[in-house]
């Protein structure tokens, strides 16, 4: 603890930092009890009930305490009695009025807006919901008069526990909907919402000038605004670990802080104004790119160091990056649950490690200066190690929520933050230049090459096979959180313990990767087939050989591959092999395009064209996969396709002259026996018949009968599961129905309208 002896309120604030983050995922009696165990503590100590001879030991000890109680405190406050108190809410309606602070979308039938509540008798003034209304075209300051009917954020798709958490990190526990009227304009005159209106205005200067693609990527990392950034550029910047460098933070903040440093020693301005004038560029920073938790973070940090040199006192980074983190959670509780503001932490507590260690690490000759190449040399070593460290460091939160680890995170950041670095001081020329154009056309002009060397380089490093592995194997906290604390306390010990601290967390990170290694051995012959369905959107997800295939069985299934994706972690996977089509619909080129631009997608399938509708959609797709580096396949009807081993077939289609879309169905050869799904209105088509009557497995998909009509299947021996919907359950044909739930070898499946139909086999080499 000799790093904290000279200051245990430091102490104070990390404790109470860490500790909140740590119980926003606990539940009451967690925090409750650590709150009150602290507190006991803290009594014993101070009455000497406890008595403890060191006074740093007891100071330290006091200090732990101080911060575990505060955060127990805090955290309970927040989270056991504010968020259910809010929640309480739910169900319940009233006449209220709502301003509008941001839009999230907005179509011709329904929008969904960031609201603030002005009027209403169930609510405080000021509380911040999810609004949606079928009022399309809104903008900030535009009122909402109507009757309000409070509801749940499980209705905006945050079912999962971590989605829930990052909704309420940025302050919205309800949501509203309802009947409204335009009722004026209000515009707020916080210093939030002009800095918003400024961030618009400037956006648009760059899209004006260097284009939409260019100006958003110059938008994105100079103000924060990643509206205009392609989908594809921020998934290949997620899966290369360079995503921190798309949106504004520690990174950025850092080069505009010496950017403008430089700027000032080459005015000549003393080092007290010089203080104050960087104090004021970093509140306009901060404000001016909306505020984000690594912004904030780093704001904070930096001004606290420039106020110690106001006060002619040495920085203290550590009490810095301490009373930020506590400053941030005390204003607002329930960011300790932010994603982005825990990652911002981690990583730069990181850079504190390492700033530690590297003295010890890398040893210099005081007395002989180095060569350019030597320097050049040892600032490349310095990158690569830094980036391994905040990468580990990073660990817990990326397997907590995002299950996938970019492997060229440490190569890709050393090449892109010189190239980013570059181009931010390029964009600041081209913002302070503005009012000139010609002098700062030339700028202007030079982000569009920049652009496109950047996305090409991207996409394809993201595209190289193995560039992203799973992380999300049970066993992974079990190292992954021992190697962080490793990390965490690298500070706190002497030089011997520096070492073997770092030696540990090493190691651990090392036994991850094997294991990982190892579980992928392990499932190189396990075949999985995953059905999910909502109402009519439905398919199934194919893993073998540890690649994924996914299918879309039904009406251009505009929800199922979002869950289909979703299912992929359990899967291990991080991009998918093949996307196979049963049939064409007029919503499958935005479909597949939204998916090409989220993931990683190598092949796409087609069933054959029957008619010149369907040949125009192929064309349509066919252009699609090109611009995606996507390669096309044309499956004929009954034609065996080959996956991995495993063999998938798209019987004939049938088209009905009294339905919208064809039969469709898909027959896949399992190890164990033939599974059949049959899809839309399998009854009406012979082939698709045959196949089900055939099959070893039989799934009986929503929408499967056509027009609630009865049908009855051949009786088959030997048949080994039959999982069907509610829809099929009801015009099955009794007799069929009753004699496979007689059977003994046969196993009879009900699925509800969520549901999942989970199928594990084994191919036996």
Not at 61 to 66: D, G, K, R, S
Not at 259 to 282: D, E, H, Q, W, Y
Not at 708 to 719: N, V
């Amino acid at each position: 603890m000799k790093l904290f002896r000279a200051s245990p309120l430091t102490l104070v604030f990390l404790c109470f930092f860490i500790a909140s983050c740590l119980f926003a995922y606990a539940g009451f009696y967690v925090r409750a009890g650590a709150a009150t165990a602290a507190a006991l503590g803290i009594t014993l100590i101070l009455t000497g009930a406890v008595c403890l001879r060191d006074p740093e030991l007891r100071q330290g000890i006091l200090a732990f305490c101080a911060g575990i109680a505060a955060a127990g405190l805090l955290s309970s406050l927040a989270w056991d009695f504010a968020v259910p108190w809010y929640e309480s809410r739910i169900g319940r309606s009233e006449e209220a009025v709502f301003r509008i602070v941001e839009c999230e979308y907005t179509t011709v039938y329904a929008s969904r807006y960031d609201a603030e509540v002005m009027e209403s008798s169930l609510l405080p003034r000021g509380t911040r919901i999810v609004l949606e209304t079928a009022l399309s075209g809104l903008g900030e300051g535009d009122l909402l008069r109507g009757e309000a009917s409070y509801g749940s954020l499980a209705e905006l798709g945050t079912e999962s526990r971590n989605a829930r958490l990052s909704r309420l990190a940025d302050g919205f526990v309800l949501t509203a909907e309802g009947s409204f009227t335009h009722d004026g304009v209000r515009h707020s005159l916080r210093p939030s919402v002009l800095f918003s209106r400024l961030r618009g205005r400037l956006t648009s200067l760059f899209t004006a000038r260097a284009g939409r693609d260019a100006g958003g990527l110059a938008a994105a990392v100079l103000l924060g605004n990643r509206s205009f950034l392609p989908d594809s550029l921020k998934r290949d910047f997620r899966r290369l670990g360079l995503a921190h460098l798309l949106a504004v933070s520690g990174t950025h903040f850092a080069v505009t802080v010496s950017f403008f440093t430089k700027l000032f020693g080459r005015l000549r301005i003393r080092r007290r104004p010089r203080a104050v004038l960087s104090m004021a560029v970093i509140l306009f920073f901060m404000l001016l790119t909306g505020g984000s938790p690594s912004v904030v973070r780093a704001g904070s940090m930096h001004l606290l160091i420039q106020l110690s040199r106001l006060a002619s006192r040495k920085a203290d980074t550590i009490h810095s990056f301490a009373l930020s983190g506590a400053l941030m959670v005390l204003i607002r509780p329930l960011s300790a649950a932010d994603c982005s503001l825990q990652l911002s932490f981690a990583a730069t507590w990181a850079c504190i490690v390492w700033l530690a260690f590297r003295g010890s690490f890398l040893r210099t000759n005081p007395g002989k200066k180095a060569g350019p190449v030597r320097r050049l040399i040892r600032s490349g070593g310095e990158t690569v190690l830094l980036t391994a460290a905040a990468t580990m460091m990073t660990l817990p939160l990326i397997w907590l929520y995002f299950g996938e680890l970019p492997l060229l995170s440490v190569p890709a950041n050393l090449a892109a933050v010189p190239f980013v670095t570059l181009l931010l001081e390029i964009c600041w020329l081209c913002l302070l230049l503005s009012p000139v154009r010609v002098l700062s056309a030339p700028l202007f002009a030079l982000l569009d090459p920049a652009f496109r060397l950047l996305s090409a380089a991207a996409s394809a490093l993201a595209r190289i096979p193995g560039a992203v592995i799973s992380v999300r194997y049970g066993f992974a906290p079990f190292l992954l959180i021992p190697a962080a604390v490793c990390l965490f306390a690298v500070p706190l010990f002497e030089r011997k313990g520096k070492g073997r601290a770092v030696g540990a967390a090493v190691m651990l990170t090392a036994l991850l990767f094997a294991g990982c290694g190892i579980g992928r051995a392990l499932s190189r012959d396990d075949v999985v087939l995953i059905r999910s369905g909502i109402k009519k959107n439905e398919g199934f997800l194919l893993q073998a050989d540890n690649r994924i295939l996914l299918c879309d069985m039904s009406d251009g299934s505009s929800a199922v591959f979002g869950t289909l994706t979703a299912r992929m972690d359990d899967c291990h996977a991080c991009e998918i092999d093949a996307v196979v089509l049963t049939h064409y619909h007029s919503r499958h080129s935005q479909l597949l395009g939204r998916l090409f631009s989220r993931e990683i997608v190598r092949s796409l399938w087609l069933p054959e064209p029957q008619t010149d509708a369907e040949g125009e959609a192929v064309r349509t797709l066919t252009g699609l996969c090109e611009e995606n580096g996507v390669e096309v396949r044309m499956l004929a009807p009954g034609e065996d396709a080959e996956f991995h081993g495993v063999s998938v077939r798209i019987p004939e289609r049938t088209y009905l002259s009294r339905s919208s879309h064809p039969v469709s169905g898909a027959a896949v050869e399992l190890p164990s026996g033939t599974l059949v799904f049959a899809s839309c209105s399998f009854s009406e088509s012979e082939s698709l018949l045959r196949e089900a009557e055939g099959a070893d497995i039989l799934i009986l998909g929503n929408h499967s009968p056509v027009y609630k009509k009865t049908f009855a299947l051949s009786p088959r021996e030997g048949t080994k599961a039959v999982a069907l919907c509610a829809d099929a359950e009801d015009h099955a044909d009794p007799g069929w129905l009753g004699a496979l739930e007689e059977d003994p070898d046969c196993r009879v499946v009900r699925l509800v309208e969520t549901s999942v139909f989970i199928l594990k086999d084994r191919r036996i080499r």
